[in-house]
């Protein structure tokens, strides 16, 4: 065998003396060496081309291989097939190696083997050795793996001289080989065969017959598949398809169309049928329009979704009033189908037959043109789904008006015909209107929102004041605050408040909220406002908002009192902890009590991240104001939490405490692993 020489290393090895130069070897001299031996090792082992020496001993132990035994010597062989792409030499010896493996003193998975990697390796070389394997019946279905896998003359021809000889499971194996070879000079070999009386074989003849090239034509193999067994006629019509297939990719569409022309008559099952109408609406652009509107026009349903989804697809979109004039004729089903389809074209045709089926009898068909219009529609289509929504018969349709009206284009412009629609809309329709202009984030409709939010009606209250905390923006927010200290239905006080908190939130800066609430509260007089205020306030935490609260909690109002409790309880930080701990201690009633201790205890969890003598003196100061067993549970929870020397000597204190013993065992137990994971 001949050997090249091996390149030198600077034409095929750049790589190796970058690695090993000065600058990396002064880097890390020992790191550097072995990445520039890893590097050539890699590179050797690659150009060097494989001996028949060397695969002598592998091929021998592969021979042995058997279900159990080591697969390592199959592994080896693996890698070194993978790694002779584009080297010839390598290939040629591995082939010889291979072909050893097809004798009759290898085993029979040894065999099996050889002819997958002959599958990427094999050439005509190996065909003698391959033709043995087709003599057994036990052997003939690896070889035909191996012959079908490469188009060969001489493969094919190897494989019609075995077919005579070939039996029952391998005459079908035989067959399929013919088949994958396409070889156009097994034609009559197969066409025989097609008539064969055995079912088996005239399909599997028939299915080859459509793989070969140049092969039958599609009427030749239709008269193959009259002439075959009944129950062969399956493989007629996949034979058919395939030569189609090859017809189309060769660049002859009107020999495919005269195939699918074929498959879609009737008799053929409805699935060709339907695959043959696809096939011709894709193959004849040109007469796809005709083939549509004629499928359309006749009674057999079978064709028409078909034909319906090829509409959106059409080249040029052309004008859609033909399709749209087939609409009142077509099932409910097959109208959504054709909603779909002209959904997807711009043409005014196609928008105004969809409009038109807004208000059709059939809900589904109402549900799907809704869905369209909200797709392909800007403000104009506003009224049309505002009425439909009014008009809506369930559930499901007043979501389809809904989205719709959240997906119409054109931003404000549509964000001002929705809000225009709002004010003149009937009272059940408000608050739908205004879950739509909060789900397009619609900044243009806040005086709509501001003036729903003001009116009588509960449920449009709620719903706007739920999208201006959506939509409101940092200027709005006087105006916001305006609106909940006017509001006539109390029954949706609590959505506003939430809404208008939310809002209060979305201002950066603290002090601006916090002016902003003070000024509006500094103008009302009417206890709910104020009260409603009182409670916006946390949301501006800062010192002047907490002054406001705290004096609130003495007004001579008992309802104004009980707010400013509230607003205290929910504050963010621990600047309210004095004026909570004085309701804490002197409370004017259990439930100030207990939202001033709730509060306490979450502001006290809060600084256990980093705990000092304060923070052990203010749970001191609260398992001193506790009344309950309950209350020292409540306080324990958040006291294990401290990982503080003080903090465990407090819950060890109340471990003779019985009505609480476990919870501070569990504290003691939490405070002195905290402390351990600290130093």
Known sequence: MNLAPIPTAPRVFPRINSAISPQAAGACPARAWNAACLLVVGCLALARPIHAADLSPLMAEAARYESGRSIEPLQKIEQLVRGSAGRPGSRAELEAGLMTLLGAEATFEARRFACQQLMVVGTDASLPALAGLLKADETVGMACMALGARRSPKAAELLRNALPAARGRARLQVITALGNQGDARSGDLLAGLARDADVAVAEAALVALGKLEGGPSGEALAALGTQAPPGAAWASTE??????????????????????????RAGQPIHVRRGALAALLRLDADGAEGRILDVLRQPDVTLKPVAIAAIGSLEGHRDSARFAAALPSLTPFEQVLMIEALA?????????????????????????????????????????????????????????????????????????????????????????????????????????????????????????????????????????????????????????????????????????????????????SDLESRCSLLGVLPGAADAASLAVVTAACQDAEPRLRGAAVRALAAWPDAAAWDPLMAVYRQPENDAHRALALRALVRLANDLNANPDAMLIERYRRLLAGARTGEDRKLILGALAGAAHPDALVLAKSLLSDAGVRAEA?????????????RR
């Open 344 to 524: 997807s074209r711009p043409d005014a045709a196609a928008g105004a037959a969809i409009r038109a089926r807004v208000t059709s009898d059939h809900a589904a068909v109402r549900r799907a043109a809704i869905a369209a219009t909200g797709r392909r529609e800007g403000a104009g289509a506003v009224t049309l789904l505002s009425r439909a929504l009014a008009n809506a018969t369930s559930p499901e349709e007043r979501q389809a008006a809904e989205l719709a009206l959240a997906g119409l284009r054109g931003e404000q412009t549509t964000d001002r015909a929705i809000a225009a629609e709002l004010k003149s809309s009937p009272r059940a329709v408000k608050p739908r209107l205004c879950s739509v202009l909060a789900l397009r984030d619609a900044h243009a409709a806040v005086s709509a929102l501001l003036a729903e939010a003001v009116g009588p009606d509960t449920a449009t209250a709620q719903a706007a004041f739920r999208a201006l905390g959506m939509v409101a923006e940092d200027t709005d927010l006087p105006a916001l605050l305006g609106a909940l200290a006017t509001m006539k239905a109390d029954g949706a006080r609590a959505e506003a408040e939430s809404a208008v908190g939310r809002a209060v939130g979305n201002v950066a800066d603290v002090s601006r909220r916090s002016a902003a609430v003070r000024a509006e509260l500094a103008k009302r």
């Open 665 to 677: 065992e569990l504290a003691v137990k939490k405070i002195t692993a905290a402390i351990q994971a």
């Open 239 to 264: 034979a058919r398809l395939r030569r189609a297939e090859q017809q189309a990719a060769a660049g002859d569409p009107k020999g495919a169309c005269a195939i699918h022309e074929e498959l879609l």
